[in-house]
């Protein structure tokens, strides 16, 4: 063979060559990218992430297939709650049993997914008599009565709760003496674990200071109740702390408060008879008056804060409100009530968790007894999106989360 030949030979080799190695490259490449298709996975399905004690929700499981498409393997999965705060039937369905988060875990086959559920609380004092300590035991506003708290001789003028610590403290007052003294609750259990005599007026407007451990009210220092001064209490001991005298006999406070806890800053509305409403920041740690801003609206007679919108939330008349407090804006989020509404001025309490504001309508009838509703207002939309018909009159609420 020549030199020539030998050359074509030697080209023909690496050519052969180079057709065989594209071609295993080309095939590799395809079986690769079948092989690595997207597998199976399992999640779960949640309306919402929080419940309160009491109510339920049922829980889906959807496995996603390889191609894509989605079957619920609810029924055949296995479930499991990493919490007492919430339980879980191995249909899925999951029922909140004190307040605090949840890990709801669903398994099928190899695969799992977790979900979060937070568990919150509804609490309160019923109407006499007797006065009963209420604890919400399902999502349709039936209470439980648990402990009772007081008779036709008690008045009931405000409430703070301790959700660390799943306290309620209630000051009530004994008509035929004129003394009050502090009640101390399990928010848990709704047990009496302390009763202490009180040396100054029970006060109003009470909030709960995580910071000390105290609460804080406004009440009168002088002996002839000529101010109104904000003081902190010792629910141990009853020592009462001057914090700052906030006005005199010319000038009124409504029965609305709110406590940002942060940043200890508490907010009170001091009312004219003549000049808009006011709010008025303390801040509690210094002992002064942070700011006094004019609203814009008429002042709402229940409020409370919300840690994640920095904002206050009442309500005034029928209308469901937030008041920037570094403006004083008072805003309309939503309409709650019409003519025939009346909303109790010492009721309201806020459920950060579920983004809920609550408070309670007195529902008069011609014909039979009065009747109370819960009403749950979203504090995002403004809506009312919850309706708790009572069974027994209510005169103090309580809400309770764990991550308060």
């Known amino acids: 063979m020549g030199i020539v030949g030998l050359l074509m030979d030697h080209r023909i080799g690496l050519l052969l060559s180079l057709l065989v190695a594209i071609c295993l490259s080309g095939c590799g490449g395809y079986t690769s990218t079948s092989s690595s298709s997207t597998s199976s996975s399992l999640h779960i399905v949640a309306s919402q992430t929080a419940i309160q004690v009491g109510g339920a929700q049922q829980l889906k499981a959807v496995l996603t297939n390889a191609d894509g498409s989605t079957t619920d393997v609810t029924a055949n999965a ?56 209420l604890l919400l035991t399902t999502s349709m506003g039936q209470f439980s009565a648990v402990q009772s708290i007081g008779d036709e001789l008690s008045g009931f003028f405000g409430s703070a709760g301790d959700a660390q610590n799943h306290r309620f403290y209630v000051p009530r007052l004994d008509s035929t003496t004129g003394s009050w003294s502090l009640l101390t609750l399990d928010t848990q259990t709704g047990i009496l674990i302390n009763t202490l005599g009180l040396s100054s007026s029970g006060g109003f407007d009470w909030q709960w200071d995580a910071v000390p ?32 005298q906030l006005g005199d006999m010319s000038v009124s406070f409504s029965t609305a408060s709110a406590f940002d806890s942060a940043n200890r800053v508490y907010y009170c509305i001091q009312v004219s008879s003549t000049n808009q409403d006011s709010l008025i920041a303390v801040d509690v740690a210094a002992g002064t008056i942070r700011s006094e801003l004019p609203l814009t609206a008429p002042a709402p007679f229940v409020m409370d804060w919300d840690s994640s919108s920095g904002l206050i939330y009442g309500v005034a008349g029928n209308n469901f409100v937030s008041i920037d407090p570094t403006t004083g804006n008072v805003q309309v989020k939503g309409i709650i009530g019409d003519s025939n509404s009346n909303f109790d001025a010492f009721l309201s309490a806020i459920d950060s968790v579920r983004r809920r504001f609550y408070v309670v309508e007195v529902v008069t009838s011609p014909t039979g007894p009065n009747t109370d509703t819960i009403v749950g207002i979203d504090l995002d939309s403004g809506s009312v999106v919850e309706n708790l018909p009572l069974s027994t009159g209510i005169i103090l609420l309580g809400a309770e989360a764990a991550s308060q």
């Open 213 to 244: 451990q105290k609460l804080l009210l406004i009440t009168t220092l002088s002996s002839n109740y000529s101010t109104d001064d904000l003081v902190s209490l010792d629910p141990a001991t009853a020592a009462v702390t001057p914090i700052l």
């Open 78 to 133: 296995t479930w499991s709650s990493a919490s007492n705060s919430a339980t879980v039937t191995q249909g899925g369905r999951v029922t909140g049993a004190t307040p605090g988060s949840a890990t709801i875990t669903a398994t099928y086959q190899h695969l799992s997914s977790s979900a979060q559920m937070q568990v919150t609380k509804l609490f309160g004092v019923s109407a006499c008599c007797p006065n009963q300590f």
